[in-house]
């Protein structure tokens, strides 16, 4: 399980553009088509670290690509094909410079801003009294700039975004009302599945014709917490941790190794053993919220399977 792909540098036919993401490698098709490729690439705390996680790429991008079938009824998105178990192509849109973040639960950043004291996130004000992981009375979005080169993602209000005019009203009310949608369909595909979806981030951009659509990943173990139902309540009345099932154990794992991505400070050795279990970790994710068992791809070749399948589709 030695075998990832941590870096791409594919030369695509109509290829104009290629954008290195933390975790995804995107390149641009004759200005019409974006390349998703998946990498096995695991980041935390805006850092991407030193080594790829086993399988990682594929089972992102085929959790994204299921929940965007799974979701199109209610949101549009750019998918338009997946030609390899590590690729998805769609259309090439103009990305909002927000990402919208909403949580059900206090956990997570919400929970370490709220154990510091604070009673307002992106301008919502949180009920006083809770405990990490309680649920809120009603979901909360809570956006983040969406950060270029490297820089640190940042909170910000819905009244920000738009005094700044990072987006307008009118697209912000949709922004707004997909989110809420989005994670009650996620929500209630999780809650089918033993899970509870606790908070996810969507993206959106917009079509060449003005289309607001969905686009990245959705409900997958990068953008999202789930927890298990079971015992939930138990756990929380008990003052247990909670059962999860997210990238979280990895944020975890870095800060009790004296690691949250503040300058100074050196990432952790990442054993065989422990990039092993993060790759079960995100397997186990993956079957839990498909309820499906994880076929591995043949990751003889990463690299030249991806330009095969990819180069063929564009050939077509």
């Known amino acids: 399980m030695n075998n990832t792909i941590t870096h791409t540098d594919f030369n695509f036919p109509g290829q104009k553009a290629v954008y290195h993401g933390k975790v995804r490698d995107v390149y641009n098709i004759n200005d019409e088509l974006l390349v998703m490729v998946a990498t096995d690439r695991l980041s935390a705390f805006d850092v991407v670290l030193p080594k790829g996680i086993p399988f990682k790429g594929q089972m992102l991008n085929q959790i994204a690509t299921r929940f965007m079938e799974l979701t199109q009824d209610i949101v549009p998105n750019w998918l338009i094909a997946t030609p390899d178990p590590n690729v998805a192509i769609g259309h090439l849109c103009a990305p ?3 990402e919208m973040v909403i949580r059900g639960y206090l956990s997570g950043h919400a929970a370490r801003e709220y154990h510091a004291g604070k009673r307002t996130l992106c301008g919502v004000a949180l009920p006083d009294g809770m405990k990490e992981n309680d649920k809120f009375p009603q979901p909360i979005i809570t956006p983040t700039t969406k950060a270029d080169n490297g820089e640190h993602d940042e909170d910000i209000s819905r009244e920000a975004i738009l005094s700044r005019g990072i987006v307008s009203e009118e697209d912000y009310l949709v922004l707004e009302h997909y989110t809420q949608a ?4 996620g929500a209630h595909i999780a809650a089918g599945r033993g899970l509870i979806l606790v908070d ?10 003005g289309k607001i659509v969905l686009i990245d990943e959705i409900h997958t173990p990068d953008s999202s917490r789930y927890f298990y139902a079971e015992g939930y309540q138990q756990r929380q009345d008990s003052g247990e941790d909670q059962k999860q099932l997210s990238k979280e154990f990895v944020r975890q794992w870095l800060i009790a190794n004296g690691f949250q991505g503040k300058e100074g400070q050196q990432i952790p050795e990442m054993t065989a053993e422990y990039i092993n279990s993060v790759s079960e970790r995100y397997i186990e994710l993956y079957e839990n919220i498909l309820g ?22 564009l050939k077509k």
């Open 182 to 185: 989005l994670f009650q369909r």
């Open 292 to 313: 499906e068992p994880f076929v591995k791809a043949n990751i003889h070749d990463i690299a030249e399977r991806i330009e095969k399948n990819v180069s063929d589709f």
């Open 96 to 98: 909002f410079k927000v």
């Open 200 to 209: 996810t981030k969507y993206e959106f951009g917009k079509t060449k014709d």
